[in-house]
């Protein structure tokens, strides 16, 4: 008797089933739902892009199959196509190609949903024109000074393309690739604190930006004036990438490139 009586003392006095459950763990790398961090999304970015770099590799294309001239390649593609070479590949739209397969492989390294947020994509498109208004103005400021604008008008159409494809690579190279780059070896090999990192990683990307379109390998001689400006846009591009993520760096590129061309074009007319 004594034994049933502690047996079943001891049966009152388990705790239900339901208490006994292990609350549930957030999945790792669950963003918010906020416009904010949804902006940020690799995925997200992939498609506010796709238009652009669709529209671009499809206008480069046909309009060099028609035109009996070499094509103009942009001083961030021409870097791409450099380093592809060194594995004997040629392709022309490898860089098209490796900006589609970054962005996805990313997504996938951080396990993020795969949904798409249509009222997102409508705010980035007016973001990026409004975070370009700074640009627009640094620039109408130094063609008031005499530097002149930092498009120069040519060829309308080639350049129009031009504008657009440079906001695209040369955000693929000097702050996707670059500044990853250069945070990794200040923050994971140098291990230096975070924020000296990413600053470091900022104002070196921003030099590099401003120095390749120059020669040897851009096509732009010497200026300082114009090596100053796009110093600064640099670091202004740079810190767009780093506190609103890639797409809205190259809708702010593009937004200013296509601006400036216009008003370049304009004036020249």
Do not use: C
């Amino acid at each position: 008797m004594q034994y049933t009586f502690m047996a079943r003392a001891t049966q009152r006095r388990r705790p239900p089933k339901t208490q006994t459950r292990r609350p549930r763990r957030p999945k790792p790398n669950a963003w918010p739902e906020d416009y904010w961090h949804i902006t940020r999304r690799p995925l997200q970015s992939l498609v506010f892009l796709a238009p652009l770099i669709l529209a671009y590799e499809v206008s480069m294309a046909l309009t060099y199959a028609a035109l009996p001239i070499q094509r103009r390649d942009l001083a961030a593609a021409q870097l791409l196509h450099w380093f592809f070479s060194l594995f004997g590949a040629s392709w022309a739209y490898l860089p098209g190609a490796l900006l589609v397969i970054v962005l996805i492989a990313w997504h996938v390294k951080l396990r993020l949903p795969w949904k798409i947020r249509g009222q997102a994509l409508i705010g980035m498109a007016g973001e990026s024109l409004l975070l370009a208004i700074p640009l627009i103005g640094l620039n109408w400021f130094l063609a008031r000074v005499g530097e002149g604008n930092m498009l120069q008008a040519g060829v309308p159409w080639e350049n129009l393309l031009l504008s657009i494809g440079a906001g695209i690579y040369e955000e693929l190279v000097f702050r996707l690739i670059v500044i990853q780059f250069l945070i990794f070896v200040f923050n994971d090999v140098l291990r230096l604190k975070q924020s000296v990192g990413v600053a470091l990683a900022v104002i070196l990307s921003s030099l590099f930006f401003a120095v390749s379109h120059h020669g040897p390998i851009g096509s732009d001689p010497w200026n300082a004036g114009r090596f100053a400006f796009r110093a600064a846009a640099g670091a202004y591009l740079a810190a767009v990438y780093v506190l609103r993520g890639f797409g809205l760096a190259v809708g702010t590129h593009v937004v200013y490139d296509v601006i400036a061309f216009l008003s370049a074009h304009d004036a020249a007319a």
